[in-house]
């Protein structure tokens, strides 16, 4: 994750950098030094094969297709939850 603080002096330059990181090359190098993913497809053709290739690392479809984003619990959720917390916490 990159961000660039409210306050920050050169947001310019922040915003130069972040266009550099994500240009495929480069965002490529990175995905190959720490073996994970990038969301750039463009990088694909400088990644290594067997980054490329280790399901771990890149999803098959299939297994993509099962994948969910969490959602925010809802208030009463929330609320049943800290109430079991602190039952538990207090060994009741």
Same mark, same amino acid.
């Given at each position: 994750?990159?961000? @660039?603080?409210?306050?920050?002096?050169?947001? $310019?330059? &922040?915003?130069?950098?972040?266009?550099?990181? =994500?240009?495929?090359? %480069? *965002?490529?190098?990175?995905?190959?030094? @720490?073996?994970?993913?990038?969301?750039?497809? $463009?990088? &694909?053709?400088?990644?290594?094969?067997?980054? =490329?290739?280790?399901? %771990? *690392?890149?999803?098959?479809?299939?297994?993509?297709?099962?994948?969910?984003?969490?959602?925010?619990?809802?208030?009463?959720?929330?609320?049943?939850?800290?109430?079991?917390?602190?039952?538990?916490?207090?060994?009741?």
């Amino acid at each position: 994750m990159l961000a @660039i603080p409210r306050d920050a002096p050169h947001v $310019a330059n &922040a915003h130069a950098f972040i266009n550099f990181l =994500l240009d495929p090359q %480069v *965002i490529a190098k990175d995905s190959n030094f @720490i073996a994970n993913a990038n969301a750039k497809a $463009a990088a &694909a053709p400088f990644i290594e094969p067997a980054i =490329l290739s280790d399901p %771990v *690392i890149y999803t098959p479809p299939d297994v993509q297709r099962r994948l969910f984003v969490q959602t925010e619990d809802s208030p009463e959720q929330t609320r049943t939850i800290t109430r079991i917390w602190q039952k538990f916490n207090t060994g009741q």
